[in-house]
């Protein structure tokens, strides 16, 4: 059967990959994620082999921790999903723990504006250009990116959850918040684009598996706003970012993605879409019908299965997509909880059914 490809991003069918959470990573290898994780030079660089390592001697047969024998200078945990730096380049605390993610202090700032000149010049971005440059003094270059967050979640990490009152008592000044962030956040991606090549490794493994690097904006806390607010304050920026970044992706990770689906469509591109756990894929084809959809399998969930259940689950899914080469699989974020077996059955799970596809 011939299935319709998106050229632009030159995939292979069932593209599939894995991030496993810092609980994971902590308990099995003893990792641990304080400041030096993410910004000393050396540690970066050892840290990241060190990971490769651990996924190459458990799921190597499927490719992963291909680079297990190298140190690489890469900048950002791209074996993590975390957003922080842009947080904290606007003035919000970040607190290192030892085994989970960086976490992002809300600010509760009382102006509704950022000033991205302020950003580019604060401790936290200082702290990263030092990282950078220590990389590329040893090394000669760097690889890999930072997580960019997205728009709506840095506004909620600066102004809490009276972000959602804002928009009904002071619109305007909401809309001057968000295009603050927009601008910083499009200068810290495209100064990444030109120093790696990539800004979205760390919003998703997934799409390493791309020819074409895919700009893949996190819109986590699109599940707390209507579509109609999404139109209203947000759709402006994926629908210029659409045009100017291509491929361009939207990582939704919230169980509704499908609630969503009229308004995507309208948007002039929409190359990915990162399909959360309990999203209607049936619904998303219909009205993006030429989108890659990711499908996320729940890392809280896979703990709860057997084989048979992932395997089951993940054969659903993707024949609900119904086109191999705009398909694709992950799990993000599985804890220490998470077995080798339960793991391993996702890749095996997408061998079979590409093996299925007759496109293996």
């Given at each position: ?6 050229e632009?991003?030159?995939?292979t ?7 496993l959470?810092?609980s ?5 290898e ?9 910004f ?10 060190k990971?490769e390592?651990?996924?190459?001697d ?8 291909a ?8 900048v950002?945990p791209?074996h993590l999903a975390?957003?922080y730096?842009?947080s904290?380049m606007?003035?919000?605390?970040v607190?290192y ?7 992002v202090?809300?600010?509760d ?9 302020a ?9 990263f ?11 000669g ?6 997580n960019?967050?997205?728009i709506l ?13 804002d928009m009904?008592d002071?619109?305007?000044e909401?809309e001057t918040l ?6 910083v956040i499009?200068?810290f ?9 990539t ?7 997934v799409?390493r598996?791309?020819p074409?690097p895919i700009?893949?904006h996190s819109?986590?806390?699109?599940v707390?706003?209507s579509t109609s607010?999404?139109e ?5 920026y994926?629908t210029a970012?659409?045009e100017?970044?291509?491929p ?7 169980e ?7 308004v995507?469509a309208?948007l ?5 879409l990162d399909?959360?756990w309990?999203g ?21 969930e ?11 689950t993940?054969?659903r ?12 699989v992950c799990?993000?974020n599985?804890?220490d909880?998470?077995?080798d077996?339960?793991?391993t059955?996702i ?14």
């Open positions: 059967m011939n299935y319709a490809k998106n632009l991003l030159g995939n069918p069932l593209p599939v990959d894995i991030v959470g810092p994971w990573w902590n308990r099995h003893g990792i641990t994620f304080d400041e030096d994780f993410f000393h030079p050396a540690r970066r660089v050892e840290v990241e082999r990971m390592k651990a996924l190459h458990r799921w190597g047969r499927f490719g992963l921790g680079d297990y024998d190298k140190d690489l200078p890469v950002g791209v975390a957003g730096l842009i904290e606007l003035g919000c605390r607190d723990l030892e085994a989970a993610a960086p976490q202090i809300p600010a700032i009382a102006e509704l504006r950022v000033s991205p000149e950003a580019f010049e604060s401790p936290a971005f200082r702290r250009t030092e990282l950078t440059d220590g990389l590329k003094a040893r090394h270059a760097l690889l890999g990116d930072v960019f967050a997205g979640n840095t506004a909620i990490d600066l102004r809490g959850q009276t972000l959602f009152i009904i002071q619109p305007k909401v968000l295009a603050g962030i927009g601008e499009e200068r991606t495209d100064k990444m684009t030109r120093e790696t090549g800004t979205s490794i760390s919003v998703n493994r799409v598996h791309f074409q700009y893949l819109e986590c806390s699109h707390m706003i607010q999404y209203k304050f947000l759709m402006k994926d970012w659409s100017f970044h291509r361009f992706g939207i990582h939704y990770c919230g509704d993605p499908h609630r969503f689906a009229r995507f309208q002039p591109h929409l190359d990915f399909v959360g309990g209607d894929v049936a619904v998303l084809r219909e009205h993006l019908p030429d989108t890659f959809l990711n499908i996320r399998y729940s890392p809280v896979i703990v709860k299965q057997s084989p048979d259940e992932i395997c089951d993940l054969r899914l993707v024949h609900a997509s119904g086109n191999p080469y705009l398909t694709g799990c993000i599985m804890d909880q998470v077995t077996e339960q793991v059955t890749f095996e799970t997408v061998e079979s059914l590409r093996n299925e596809y007759g496109v293996a």
